[in-house]
């Protein structure tokens, strides 16, 4: 059986409709990468989260809207965006609890910074006020599938593995990043501009990136390898 792979299907914030909804490329990309992509509705209960994350081999927690400044701690700043607290919890409870049951994450864009929340990190509100001298870093959502500003991957980091070089070219489409990773995580990619653009847990079951690989891979084949090293990971602790 291919492994599981959950994703949470997400509210759009910007419709009154209630739907449940998630973008096709995570989707796209987690087939292509030979896993089964399910969904989860966004609940609080921890009972459910649980049975959620017992059927799943892995996690993906995908791109979104803004991480809630209530839940940072924090007043919100000019230039904050869409927020969806019940989402951010939801997410921050399923990560503790795959964390718990030992199934590997891979955290794209938003999940990049709700993994390194979750660790003990900290994130901009928005780098374009709060950190200075930024490259850009929001292109225009048509050019997505295109390649827009290069990262830097260490070269001790599964990105480097992956891609078997120091200079890569990615997409870029947030206004908020990671600031700083907690204990057991480590920095792996960087914008020219200093920018936290990689991170990973140390025993590596943890990973995420700021770019949107499910845009590029179709043009890009190379990019499908971080899906690929999530459904790997998932296959070596089923066996
Ligand atoms: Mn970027």
Redesign the pocket.
Known sequence: MKPVILICAVRNLKDSKKQFLIHESYVSAIHAAGGTPILAPITNDLSEIKSYISMCDGLLLSGGEDVSPMLLNEEPIRGIGYISEERDRFEFMLFKEAKKQNKPILGICKGCQIIALSTGGKIYQDIFTQHSNTIE?SQPEEQLGELF?TVSLDDNSKLYELFKTEKIR?N?W?HQ?VLSVGEGMKITAK?SDG?I?GIESIDGLIFGV??HPELLFEKYPEQLSIYKELIDQCIKLKK
């Open positions: 870093h500003h990615v870029s947030h990043a914008s920018l653009e700021q770019w």
